[in-house]
């Protein structure tokens, strides 16, 4: 479900495209339109994808961990085919580490992809925000990290999210990049193959094409079609997480340029490269890029990013560090101490299944990934940046994460369970150097002569680790509303009293 994932559980301005959308407008930014405030940008005309409603078979799939309780949340669950011409781009010119590429329109090929839609069931709850999640493919299926990352977020502020099979493994099959527990029988054989009933129609014609099938399905949100009851939303957002952020890494530097089509951009868990571009009938080849050359967002949009980067991303596998940039008008880089490219939250109770020499990193990514979400959201729409975030410490050579005398890292946004720990929680490879246990570093308890070094009592560690809190509150990395969430992560019992 992550990067790597473990998803089988659960220049200027761009030439035009093929879809004859030039236009002068800029990259399907928020404009302001007054001080302090902004509006979605009309994203220039092109090709829509047409939807479908998909039934029958075994209903919607997505890899995941667990099944979302979407009655509980006032929420409906709904599947459509897209179909529609796709354009596949070719570089025009170099493909340069600033980000700042151009592209041409290249081949034309027919597609049927899978939209998978939850939103209110009552129409008038919806806030006027898509979350559109590029879905992850790393584990060989559909996964939809982001939404499980971001659910309460997404619930209670009444947004749609919409989940697109953009790229050729999701629909057709092919290759797995990383082997998990729960994947079998499913990992690599695609939705055709998985529920022929349900799925059998569809057709991807490669990889090449899945960033104007993503646009297109966007054109179909903004249109205010059956995604949206009929209602035209006033906002739709990007998101990705690991092989998807390194998509719309691709996305955003070639593609948002000609197309417009979003309003900003969360970007979780990128590594240092972009998704390649592949010819007709492939697949993207994301492991053989990874060790290429960095690419940085280019920082000529209109369109804001929030790049949301886990401690685990920033050195090794990922090395995230490579593409570290300073915050802008329209960038903000948000990295977090003692967090995994995947993590407990993500896994679920196949956690308990892995053999990697330590247990999975059970850290609080997901609250700050809600904040995010938030921020980026009011970013477009009122104009107001997101807070700016501490780096993590990175020093020597080849570089490393600073750690302090309990291995805990150090910079970055602080959580609770980081600055008042009982555990080291940390994004460093565990001891077994499978690729799956690299990307879920590690919870490692404290020892109890150490804890009573930290602290006086029970009573002081629980007042302490509520002050830390409401200071990651406060700093505008957590919401108010997970204030509880994050004290769950709390563990009195591990304190003398």
Not at 31 to 59: I, K, Q
Not at 241 to 256: D, H, P, R
Request: aromatic share 6%.
């Amino acid at each position: 479900m992550a990067l790597l994932a473990v998803a089988a559980l659960a220049g200027g301005t761009a030439a035009c495209s093929g879809d004859d959308e030039a236009g002068d407008a800029p990259g399907g930014a928020p404009s302001g339109d007054e001080e302090g405030t902004a509006t979605a940008t009309t994203a220039p005309a092109g090709p829509v994808a047409e939807l479908t409603a998909l039934d029958g078979g075994d209903g919607p799939f997505v890899a995941a961990a667990t099944t979302p309780d979407l009655d509980a949340l006032g929420y409906v669950e709904e599947e459509y085919a897209a179909s529609g011409t796709a354009t596949s781009y070719a570089p025009e010119g170099e493909l340069g580490g600033d980000g700042r590429w151009t592209l041409r329109p290249d081949a034309s090929a027919p597609y049927r992809t899978r939209v998978l839609v939850r939103r209110p069931a009552d129409a008038d709850d919806m806030s006027g925000t898509v979350v559109v999640e590029w879905l992850n493919v790393s584990g060989g299926a559909d996964a939809n990290p982001d939404y499980v990352m971001l659910e309460e977020e997404i619930a209670r502020r009444g947004h749609v999210w919409v989940g697109v099979s953009a790229q050729r493994i999701g629909v057709e099959g092919g290759p797995v990049l990383v082997t998990a527990p729960g994947g079998e029988g499913i990992a690599g054989k695609g939705l055709k193959a998985l529920d022929p009933a349900r799925y059998g129609s569809l057709e991807h014609p490669g990889d090449g094409f899945a960033f104007d099938i993503f646009t297109q399905v966007a054109r179909a949100v903004r249109a205010g079609g059956p995604i949206t009851a009929g209602a035209r939303p006033d906002r739709v957002l990007a998101v990705g997480e690991s092989q998807s952020a390194v998509a719309l890494t691709t996305y955003y530097n070639g593609v948002q340029p000609i197309a417009g089509a979003f309003d900003g951009f969360l970007v979780h868990s990128r590594g240092s490269v972009a998704l390649p571009f592949v010819g007709p009938g492939e697949h993207a080849d994301l492991a053989g890029s990874i060790g290429g050359g960095a690419v940085l967002l280019r920082d000529d949009l209109d369109a804001p990013a929030l790049v949301l980067q886990a401690e685990g991303d920033v050195i090794g596998v990922l090395s995230s560090y490579a593409v570290r940039q300073d915050d802008t008008d329209t960038y903000r880089l948000w990295e977090v101490a003692g967090t995994a490219h995947a993590d407990t939250r993500l896994v679920g109770a196949t956690a308990e299944q892995l053999d990697c020499g330590a247990p999975v990193n059970d850290g609080p990514m997901h609250v700050v990934a809600k904040a995010a979400l938030r921020a980026l959201e009011e970013w477009v729409r009122t104009g107001d940046a997101p807070p700016e975030a501490p780096r993590l410490e990175v020093a020597g050579d080849p570089p490393a994460i600073v750690r302090d005398g309990d291995g805990i890292a150090r910079g970055g946004i602080r959580t609770p369970p980081v600055d008042v720990p009982v555990v080291v929680l940390s994004g460093a490879p565990p001891p077994n150097p499978d690729l799956l246990c690299i990307l879920l570093g590690s919870t490692t308890p404290l020892p109890p002569e150490r804890i009573r070094e930290l602290y006086a009592s029970r009573a002081d560690y629980e007042q302490r680790y509520a002050a830390a809190a409401d200071d990651a509150i406060a700093t505008g990395f957590v919401l108010e509303e997970d204030r509880e969430a994050l004290l769950g992560y709390a563990d009195p019992s591990a304190v003398p009293g």
